[in-house]
C-alpha cells in the first residue's frame, strides 16, 4: 500500500482550498474570491483500498505585513518540513516568472508536481506555454492539467502522485476524513461567511472563536465570538438595528448544519481586541501557534 503527505502550494487565490474540496468530495477548506482567506494548514485524509494520501492545504504565500501573516507563513513552511510530495499550483492565468520565482524560493528537497488549475477558461496555446515553461525546470518532476471547480483531471492528478508516493501502512483510519475538530470547521464556516457578506478590511481584521458547542437531544448548541480590531469594525459586522449579524448568523447556520448534518442553534458575540493580529498571546489564544 502507499501512503504518504502531500502539501499544496501556490499563491493566493490559486485555487488550493478548492482543489482539497474536490479532491475530498467534502468541503474542509472554505473558500471565498477574496484573497488570504486560508489561515491554517487544514488536512484532508483520502484513504482507498490502495493507497492513502493526506492532503495538506496551505495558506497563499505572500510577503507578511503583521504577526497573523507572519504565523500563516510559518504553517507554509511547515507543511515544507514532513512532506514527500509537494504540488506546486499555479493558476493557469498568472505571472509565470513571478511564480516561479516563489517556487525556487521553496527550495523543496521532495519531488514537485505543478499543477496547473482554470483549464477550461483557457487557450490550447496558453496550456502549451505554460507547460512547457515549468516542465524546464528542474524543481518539476511530473505536471497536471486541472480544473478543481469543475473537477477535471483529479483521477490523472492523483495517479501522478501515486508515483511519487512511498510503501507505507496507512497512518490513519479508514473513516478518519481530518486531524482537525470539529469547533475549527465551524468557526471557519463563519469566517467564510464574513469574507462574502463584508466589503474592504473587514474580513482581514476578524477572527472567530467558538466558545461553546454543546450536543443536545435535537440540536447543536453553538456560541461563537467574532474578534475585530476596532469598535468601528463592530459597527460594521452588526449593521443597522443588527441587520447584518442577523443574516450572518443565518448563512452560517445553514452551512454548519449541511455540514453537521444537524439542526443547529447558534449564537454570535462580536468582542472588540485591539491591535489582535499584532499581539502574540492573542494570536496563540485564537489557534494561531
Same mark, same amino acid.
Given at each position: 500500500? #502507499?501512503?504518504?503527505?502531500?502539501?499544496?502550494?501556490?499563491?493566493?487565490?490559486?485555487?488550493?482550498?478548492?482543489?482539497?474540496?474536490?479532491?475530498?468530495? %467534502?468541503?474542509?477548506?472554505?473558500? $471565498?474570491?477574496?484573497?488570504?482567506?486560508?489561515?491554517?494548514?487544514? #488536512?484532508?485524509?483520502?484513504?482507498?483500498?490502495?493507497?492513502?494520501?493526506?492532503? $495538506?492545504?496551505?495558506?497563499?504565500?505572500? %510577503?507578511?505585513?503583521?504577526?497573523?501573516? *507572519?504565523?500563516?507563513?510559518?504553517?507554509?513552511?511547515?507543511?515544507?518540513?514532513?512532506?514527500?510530495?509537494?504540488?506546486?499550483?499555479?493558476?493557469?492565468?498568472?505571472?509565470?516568472?513571478? !511564480?516561479?520565482?516563489?517556487?525556487?524560493?521553496?527550495?523543496?528537497?521532495?519531488?514537485?508536481?505543478? !499543477?496547473?488549475?482554470?483549464?477550461?477558461?483557457? &487557450?490550447?496555446?496558453?496550456? *502549451?506555454?505554460?507547460?512547457?515553461?515549468?516542465?524546464?525546470? &528542474?524543481?518539476?518532476?511530473? /505536471?497536471?492539467?486541472?480544473?478543481?471547480?469543475?473537477?477535471?483531471?483529479?483521477?490523472?492528478?492523483?495517479?501522478? /502522485?501515486?508515483?511519487?508516493?512511498?510503501?507505507?501502512?496507512?497512518?490513519?483510519?479508514?473513516?478518519?476524513?481530518? @486531524?482537525?475538530?470539529?469547533? =475549527? =470547521?465551524?468557526?471557519?464556516?463563519?469566517?467564510?461567511?464574513?469574507?462574502?457578506?463584508?466589503?474592504?478590511?473587514?474580513?482581514?481584521?476578524?477572527? !472567530?472563536?467558538?466558545?461553546?458547542?454543546?450536543?443536545? +437531544?435535537?440540536?447543536?448548541?453553538? +456560541?461563537?465570538?467574532?474578534?475585530?480590531?476596532?469598535?468601528?469594525? #463592530?459597527?460594521?459586522?452588526?449593521?443597522?438595528?443588527?441587520?447584518?449579524?442577523?443574516?450572518?448568523?443565518? *448563512?452560517?447556520?445553514? @452551512?454548519? *448544519?449541511?455540514?453537521?448534518?444537524?439542526? !443547529? =442553534?447558534?449564537?454570535?458575540?462580536?468582542?472588540?481586541?485591539? #491591535?489582535?493580529?499584532?499581539?502574540?498571546?492573542?494570536?496563540?489564544?485564537?489557534?494561531?501557534?
Amino acid at each position: 500500500m #502507499k501512503a504518504g503527505f502531500v502539501s499544496i502550494f501556490g499563491r493566493p487565490n490559486a485555487g488550493k482550498s478548492t482543489l482539497l474540496n474536490a479532491l475530498m468530495g %467534502e468541503k474542509l477548506a472554505i473558500v $471565498s474570491p477574496k484573497v488570504q482567506t486560508t489561515r491554517h494548514r487544514i #488536512k484532508g485524509i483520502l484513504t482507498e483500498p490502495e493507497y492513502q494520501i493526506i492532503f $495538506s492545504d496551505t495558506p497563499g504565500i505572500i %510577503e507578511p505585513k503583521y504577526k497573523l501573516q *507572519e504565523k500563516m507563513m510559518f504553517a507554509v513552511r511547515q507543511a515544507l518540513e514532513d512532506v514527500d510530495v509537494a504540488l506546486l499550483m499555479v493558476d493557469v492565468k498568472e505571472n509565470l516568472v513571478e !511564480v516561479n520565482t516563489i517556487f525556487e524560493a521553496l527550495r523543496l528537497k521532495v519531488p514537485a508536481i505543478i !499543477v496547473v488549475n482554470k483549464l477550461d477558461d483557457v &487557450s490550447a496555446a496558453r496550456k *502549451e506555454e505554460v507547460f512547457a515553461f515549468f516542465g524546464s525546470k &528542474s524543481y518539476c518532476k511530473a /505536471i497536471a492539467g486541472i480544473s478543481a471547480l469543475k473537477k477535471t483531471g483529479l483521477q490523472e492528478l492523483i495517479n501522478a /502522485i501515486l508515483q511519487f508516493l512511498p510503501d507505507n501502512p496507512p497512518f490513519f483510519e479508514g473513516d478518519e476524513m481530518t @486531524d482537525l475538530p470539529t469547533r =475549527f =470547521f465551524c468557526a471557519e464556516l463563519i469566517r467564510e461567511k464574513i469574507f462574502y457578506l463584508y466589503q474592504e478590511e473587514i474580513p482581514y481584521h476578524t477572527t !472567530v472563536i467558538v466558545n461553546e458547542f454543546k450536543e443536545k +437531544s435535537s440540536l447543536i448548541k453553538i +456560541s461563537a465570538d467574532i474578534i475585530v480590531n476596532r469598535e468601528t469594525q #463592530k459597527g460594521i459586522l452588526l449593521g443597522v438595528g443588527g441587520k447584518m449579524i442577523k443574516q450572518l448568523g443565518t *448563512e452560517a447556520r445553514k @452551512d454548519i *448544519e449541511q455540514f453537521l448534518g444537524q439542526k !443547529v =442553534f447558534l449564537e454570535l458575540f462580536v468582542k472588540v481586541r485591539p #491591535k489582535w493580529r499584532d499581539n502574540e498571546f492573542m494570536l496563540k489564544e485564537y489557534g494561531y501557534h
